[in-house]
């Protein structure tokens, strides 16, 4: 795999879709050596279950241990650390990563309890656990969700979890976004495999889960970040640590020049998504046939973007899904609606896309 490719692939099988994305990046050649020290950094920064939007989902933790298993990597921890105010072995329990340790003998390390060594950051000296350190080859497991003050968390945010509580202080009273961008000049990002299962639409915590069934992994942090504020309607000017990060050389942040890669596309489950939390709100302004959760998760992720106001100018409701091909309407979103009046295509079509859509119509 490449650094400037994004490999996607849609469904509902976690572990059989990451391990066809390990597969696909020849991930057990990007490793290299039998014996390195790989680390598998998920997002537990509370203890919710996967389904609340919050977390990574375990079953990604097990298709990688997996597959590294069976390529003959044995040297394997988890490792993370929970947000100042929560205790990361609840996290282990409650999200089930105590189980996925024990049933695959694989080291669980709380970073919570870890010493950590300072380290020059592109000139910010900062605490990083020495445990993340000692690791090899790091594998970073960020959910794609939105936050209350960084407006996005993904990759790059996601190695928060990786210095001292006293540090994520620091990093509050810095304002987030610098010291982020810096965390990530030694920080491991050598393979990143994104949960975008359903990811929150608004809050680090969990809460409006939009399901979305999509798994997308990447090698640069700073372009993954960028696809996935693309896919949340998000301009790379809302999340200033992303510009940061690629000032600091970091990785690359413009998707022209990226390859995507789909390994199949979103399929649709025949039953209409549920929404919740402030997702369902959005919903009354839908009328859904047949879509697919990525396609839906997309249109939801752009009307979160505007205001109220502004939606109820549009001829509503937005049509969206299978059930509409071939059919003539007013305003629909995804090449199912065609031969719609106004419509964007795409299978999906991005957040982004659809938000520059709805806002010019």
Not at 4 to 31: F, R
Not at 198 to 220: K, S, T, V, Y
Not at 279 to 305: F, N, P, Q, V
């Amino acid at each position: 795999m490449e650094k400037n490719e994004i490999l996607i692939i849609h469904g509902k099988n976690i572990i059989e879709m990451t391990k066809a994305l390990a597969e696909k990046a020849k991930l057990s050649e990007l490793i290299g050596k039998k014996d390195k020290r790989i680390g598998i950094k998920p997002n537990l920064v509370v203890a919710s279950p996967a389904k609340n939007g919050a977390t990574t989902h375990p079953e990604i933790a097990a298709g990688l241990i997996e597959y590294l298993q069976e390529n003959g990597f044995t040297n394997i921890a988890i490792l993370e650390g929970s947000w100042v105010g929560a205790r990361t072995a609840d996290a282990f329990q409650r999200c089930g990563y105590s189980d996925i340790a024990h049933g695959y003998q694989v080291d669980l390390i709380d970073l919570q309890k870890d010493t950590t060594r300072k380290c020059d950051c592109a000139g910010m000296d900062i605490d990083i656990c020495h445990a993340a350190l000692a690791v090899d080859f790091m594998i970073n497991l960020p959910v794609m969700k939105g936050h209350c003050q960084t407006v996005l968390t993904c990759a790059l945010k996601n190695n928060k979890g990786v210095i001292s509580n006293s540090e994520k202080r620091h990093f509050h009273a810095m304002g987030l976004h610098r010291p982020i961008a810096h965390l990530n000049t030694v920080a491991k990002n050598d393979f990143i495999l994104v949960d975008a299962i359903c990811g929150d639409l608004d809050f680090e915590e969990g809460g409006n889960p939009i399901q979305n069934d999509m798994l997308f992994a990447a090698r640069d942090p700073v372009l993954c970040d960028s696809f996935a504020a693309s896919r949340m309607g998000i301009s790379l000017e809302e999340v200033p640590y992303i510009g940061y990060a690629e000032k600091l050389g970091v990785g690359k942040s413009d998707l022209k020049k990226a390859s995507m890669i789909h390994l199949n596309e979103g399929k649709s489950s025949g039953s209409a998504p549920k929404p919740e939390g402030r997702a369902k709100g959005l919903s009354t302004y839908i009328r859904e046939d047949s879509s697919c959760s990525a396609c839906y998760a997309s249109l939801i992720r752009a009307l979160s973007r505007m205001d109220s106001r502004t939606i109820k100018k549009l001829p509503l409701p937005i049509c969206i899904g299978q059930g509409f091909s071939g059919k003539n309407g007013a305003l629909g979103v995804g090449r199912c609606t065609a031969n719609f009046s106004d419509t964007v295509g795409g299978c999906p079509p991005s957040a982004n896309d659809i938000l520059t859509f709805l806002e010019n119509l």
